[in-house]
């Protein structure tokens, strides 16, 4: 008896055979570019998303980093140098747990400080800090316009954003650019304050979160992560320490720790007070420079 079922496979084989043979020369090259269509798009498609949007690729390469506009510094005090007393530490009152303190007493004054008190007078040049980085003292009487800077700033105009009541967060110029991009989030995530001051230089409904993130010039900080807001700092050592929201919800644009509060950290023109590379005020600030 045949054996049928090898002969069926035999005639199943051939018909196969027969099929390919006649299948049109063309086909396989289409099914092969349609493929690499394909692949590349979903290559393309990948790319894109890692680059767009707020939360794309920074000139650091870490995804998920902020992508940084246009950035104007803060233009550099230059003249004579003033060097400030040192100022008299003393005991924190917030109840923020490592916060420390230095004497404000006095405030506002006749333009002199008192013995130990943290002075506030307006000065041309450059300053020397008693304290790193700077809790207060004499300044430039032009202050920044407030945001986050990716190259340190001018001292003595971050200074003066102390006095209206800024937080001025620096950090280690080595520190991680994962740990960088946690700080922009803490940023980013404050509540913005209306500036109305600014209404008397023509710029209505101006905002901003009073804040400055900024790297410090060197690695001398005495932490990786300073906070320093006017007589007030917390050093830590985490973009992620929960004491830091403490810090701003309790000193920042304060009724009883900002000497000058209710003054703007905005309306300066951008060749002096800067452009912000992230986070600045809400509305643009003008062209050319300060008196």
Known sequence: MPDTSSSDRAAKLAALK??????????????????LIVVIGGVATYLGTRSSGSSGTSASGVAGAPKYGKQ???????????????????KDDSGIQGVLAWD???????????????????????????????????HNATWMNAGIYTKPVSTERAVHN??????????????????????VAFVTKQSLIAEPALQQQGITGQENRYI???????????????LSAWGHQLRVT?????????????????QKYTPEYGSPVDGVPTGTG??????????????????
């Not at 027969?18 to 493929?35: C, D």
């Not at 950090?171 to 994962?178: H, Q, R, V």
């Not at 985490?238 to 304060?254: A, C, E, I, L």
Request: aromatic share 6%; proline share 13%; glycine share 10%.
């Open 238 to 254: 985490s973009p992620t320490d929960p004491r830091m929201q403490k810090f701003v919800d309790t000193f920042r644009n304060s």
């Open 162 to 183: 102390l006095e209206h009541g800024a937080i001025w967060i620096t950090y280690d110029p080595k520190l991680s650019a994962a740990q960088v991009n946690q700080l």
């Open 104 to 138: 404000t007493s006095g405030y506002p004054a006749s333009g002199t400080a008192n013995a130990g008190t943290i002075g506030h007078d307006h000065v041309p040049g450059p300053v020397t800090y008693a304290v790193t980085p700077p809790v207060g003292g004499p």
């Open 18 to 35: 027969k099929q390919q043979n006649t299948r049109p020369g063309w086909l396989i090259p289409v099914v092969i570019a349609v493929v």
């Open 72 to 90: 104007v510094l803060p233009s550099v005090v230059t003249g004579q140098t003033t060097t400030q007393p040192k100022p008299t530490q003393v």
């Open 274 to 291: 800067g452009i912000a590379a992230l986070d600045g005020g809400t509305v643009p600030n003008p062209g050319g420079t300060a008196n």
């Open 212 to 226: 400055d993130l900024t790297p410090w010039t060197s690695n001398s900080l005495p932490s990786p992560i300073v």
